[in-house]
Every structure is written in structure tokens, then in C-alpha cells.
T-cell receptor, first 110, second 113 residues
Framework: KQEVTQIPAALSVPEGENLVLNCSFTDSAIYNLQWFRQDPGKGLTSLLL?????REQTSGRLNASLDKSSGRSTLYIAASQPGDSATYLCAGDNTDKLIFGTGTRLQVFP | EAQVTQNPRYLITVTGKKLTVTCSQNMNHEYMSWYRQDPGLGLRQIYY???????DKGDVPEGYKVSRKEKRNFPLILESPSPNQTSLYFC????????????FGPGTRLTVT
């Protein structure tokens, strides 16, 4: 059964730090990988989608990479800001479902 | 504006009283799904639908029903809610499952007493 682990579970950093969030799958047979942001009590907002033929995606200060051979993805956040404080979730899809990790709770303080 | 809407956003009910949570999307998406989110367990899929009149069970379908009579709507039905169904529920949609971005609704916080 596919399981998704996100490390670290929680992270508290000062503003301006560069961050790396990790996501790993027990079964590397995933097609696509998506990173989401969730604010407390709110829905999920898609940040980046890495399709099966791609290895990374970038949007502003965010960069996500996917190594399918090892079943690992990383989300890199450059020059973190207090507004980046949220829970970050990764999710991979196989044939018929999206499987989520339990998330990394990030707090960026001024 | 492209969006997924859910109603109600908050609901407190009693055990056994049937309820429906509506989900609607305006993006002509074929794939729709329901998730529940619980502390320590993350997001788990309840049901999904690949297209109109096509639905299938996810990981935790017990106690739930769904229907997909039209493309834009995918209601979640709890025929006889129980306290263990107290959770935060999310509806999501996309053009398809693979290679397409998933769009999530704002969530419905359900409490069953």
C-alpha cells in the first residue's frame, strides 16, 4: 500500500531563510506529484504540479523537484516570508487516486 | 471565477439525521472526489467520480453515498451520521486524475453529536 511521508512534520524559522521540505513515497510508481498549501481551517491551494514527463517545476520563490526512481520530491522555498506560514502537503497519483502526505506545518516568524 | 463550492461550510447535527453536503464546480471538470481530513491521518479519499454516472469507492467509503447525475455537481450523502464521521470534508475536481491540477473547495466542518 502506498504511503507518503513528509519530513519534517513541523518547522519554525526566521524570515529570510531558504527552506527544503521533503516528501517520499513507499511505492515509486506514481505518475504525477502535486504540492499544496493549506491555511488553518481553509481548503487546499495547488502550488506546483510536476507531471510524469517532468522533473521539476518553478513558480516564483517555489521550486519543486521529483525523482521518480527513488520516489522522492522536495519543495524549495527561497527567502521565506511570514506569509508563507501554512501547512504544505504533497500528493502523488497512481491509476485512480491521489495519495496525500500528512504535511509539514511551517511557521515563519519576523 | 473558476471555483469549487461546498455547502454548508459548517454543520452540527445529531446521530442518525440524514444530511447532504453539496459540491459544485464551474470548470467543466470530469473528475470529482470527496476527502475527509482528520488530525494525524491526513486526507483520505471517500469516493470519486470519473464522469457523469460513474462513481467508485475510495479508501474510506463506509457510511457515505454519492451521486453524479450531472457534470458540475457531486453531493456527499450521510444517510445515518455517527460521531466518528465528525471531520473536515473537502470536495475536489480536475479535468482528469493524472497530469491535471486538482482544485479544492473551501471545506465543510461537520460535527455529529
Amino acid at each position: 500500500k502506498q504511503e507518503v511521508t513528509q519530513i519534517p512534520a513541523a518547522l519554525s524559522v526566521p524570515e529570510g531563510e531558504n527552506l527544503v521540505l521533503n516528501c517520499s513515497f513507499t511505492d515509486s510508481a506514481i505518475y504525477n506529484l502535486q504540492w499544496f498549501r493549506q491555511d488553518p481551517g481553509k481548503g487546499l491551494t495547488s502550488l506546483l504540479l510536476i507531471q510524469s514527463s517532468q522533473r521539476e517545476q518553478t513558480s516564483g520563490r517555489l521550486n519543486a523537484s521529483l525523482d521518480k526512481s527513488s520516489g522522492r520530491s522536495t519543495l524549495y522555498i527561497a527567502a521565506s516570508q511570514p506569509g508563507d506560514s501554512a501547512t504544505y502537503l504533497c500528493a502523488g497519483d497512481n491509476t485512480d487516486k491521489l495519495i496525500f502526505g500528512t504535511g509539514t506545518r511551517l511557521q515563519v516568524f519576523p | 471565477e473558476a471555483q469549487v463550492t461546498q455547502n454548508p461550510r459548517y454543520l452540527i447535527t445529531v446521530t442518525g439525521k440524514k444530511l447532504t453536503v453539496t459540491c459544485s464546480q464551474n470548470m467543466n471538470h470530469e473528475y470529482m472526489s470527496w476527502y475527509r481530513q482528520d488530525p494525524g491521518l491526513g486526507l483520505r479519499q471517500i469516493y470519486y467520480s470519473m464522469n457523469v454516472e460513474v462513481t467508485d469507492k475510495g479508501d474510506v467509503p463506509e457510511g457515505y453515498k454519492v451521486s453524479r447525475k450531472e457534470k458540475r455537481n457531486f453531493p456527499l450523502i450521510l444517510e445515518s451520521p455517527s460521531p466518528n464521521q465528525t471531520s473536515l470534508y473537502f470536495c475536489a475536481s480536475s479535468l482528469g486524475l493524472q497530469s491535471y491540477e486538482q482544485y479544492f473547495g473551501p471545506g465543510t466542518r461537520l460535527t455529529v453529536t
